[in-house]
């Protein structure tokens, strides 16, 4: 069974001309609906999030700064995201979407959830608004978990570092963040030697590709940095930032992935948690066409179902982005023991 939140009103999130536009949510749910699910689809109600809901990752200031530049009309909080007058209803909207979601997830344990918002989240920091993310929504169900005591892993596959998810969970013993992505790219973050803060050592996880990279060094990459992490790790919940701007056809990055590689990065994910504990995000993807045919493959091979995806890729490059990302890694967790063990001697 598929659980998705109902479609969301957020034609009032809307810049003409902007990459992040509502006809992306109309694809991706398009995507949803080649798979003709009939009664294996359940659509959970959306609600608002509550202002403690959204403080468990949000300063209060923050908040009441956003709302206030919405209700005064909006505009440009920066050079890529914008936000309107209907942003900030939309925006609360969006992020309770995700956790009316897990809740009737947690009713059953044979669903896959699938939370189609938009805006995109993962960018969002606790003080301030990046890259088209006002909210960020996938560490808000996070937080919501961690608070009835769970153990959260994070994957994030968006073509793009989640920095906002990575900064909020940086020293939280309890969530494990993993991201996959081109680097260098926007934001400029997620080095292998991102390795968390001095309680949660080893549990930022970050495996930066080449421009040209293909499905077999994510494939890999996943495989030989991320799985053994995740593995001892042992979450209870799996959430996704599905982004699927690493697609090849994307215009904002240079990837080289097909859906049939969405589609195995998302089997390898659903190994590391109990059936009807994982669930994924939309963040990222601007080629309308990739992004429907894509959230259709990742949906259907985590359902079982028999969509045609296009066939995986290889043979592009990053094979040794991999060998230096885990050299980097450990010399990253060296140095951190190193300074730990020095002021546990002073």
């Known amino acids: 069974m598929l659980i998705i939140n109902s479609p969301i009103v957020d034609a009032g999130h809307e810049d003409p001309g902007h990459p992040e536009r509502p006809e992306r949510l109309t694809a991706a749910l398009a995507g949803v609906g080649d798979l003709h ?16 809901e959204l403080e468990r990752v949000h300063d209060a200031a ?43 997830m947690s009713r059953r344990r044979d669903a896959v959830g699938f939370i189609a918002v938009r805006p995109p989240g993962h960018h969002a920091l606790r003080d301030h608004a990046m890259g088209f993310c006002l909210l960020n929504n996938v560490a808000i169900v996070a937080a919501a978990l961690r608070a009835r005591g769970e153990r959260v892993a994070i994957i994030d596959w968006d073509v793009h570092h989640g920095n906002g998810t990575q900064a909020i969970f940086w020293n939280d ?5 993993v991201s996959i992505h081109q680097w260098p790219l926007y934001p400029g973050s997620g080095s292998a030697r991102e390795i968390g803060g001095m309680d949660a050592l080893g549990l930022s996880v970050n495996i930066p590709l080449p421009p040209g990279a293909t499905g077999d060094v994510l494939i890999r990459g996943f495989d030989e940095v991320a799985a053994p992490i995740i593995d001892d790790f042992a979450p209870a ?3 996704v930032s599905a982004g699927y701007d690493a697609h090849r056809a994307d215009p904002l990055a240079d990837l080289e992935f097909s859906s049939g590689d969405f589609a195995r990065i998302a089997a390898r994910a659903a190994d590391f948690t109990a059936p009807g504990r994982l669930a994924l995000f939309l963040e990222g993807g601007y080629n309308l066409e990739a992004l429907r045919d894509s959230v259709a493959a990742t949906l259907s091979t985590l359902l079982g179902g028999e969509y045609v995806a296009e066939h995986s890729t290889n043979g592009g ?11 980097e890694r450990r010399l990253a967790l060296q140095l951190a023991h190193d300074v730990r063990r020095a002021e546990t001697d002073r």
């Not at 505009?75 to 979601?101: E, H, K, R």
């Not at 013993?173 to 963040?177: A, G, I, K, M, Q």
Request: glycine residues 10%.
């Open 237 to 239: 919940w799996v959430l």
């Open 317 to 327: 490059e990053g094979v040794e982005a991999i060998a230096r990302t885990q050299n």
């Open 62 to 104: 923050y908040l009441d700064t956003l709302g206030v530049f919405c209700y005064e009309g909006g505009g440009a909080l920066d050079d890529d995201t914008y936000a309107t007058y209907d942003s900030w209803s939309i925006a609360q909207l969006a992020a309770g979407a995700g956790l009316s979601v897990i809740e009737e």
């Open 37 to 52: 699910l009939g009664n294996d689809l359940l659509i959970a109600s959306p609600y608002s999030a509550t202002r403690a």
């Open 173 to 177: 013993p309890n969530v494990l963040f």
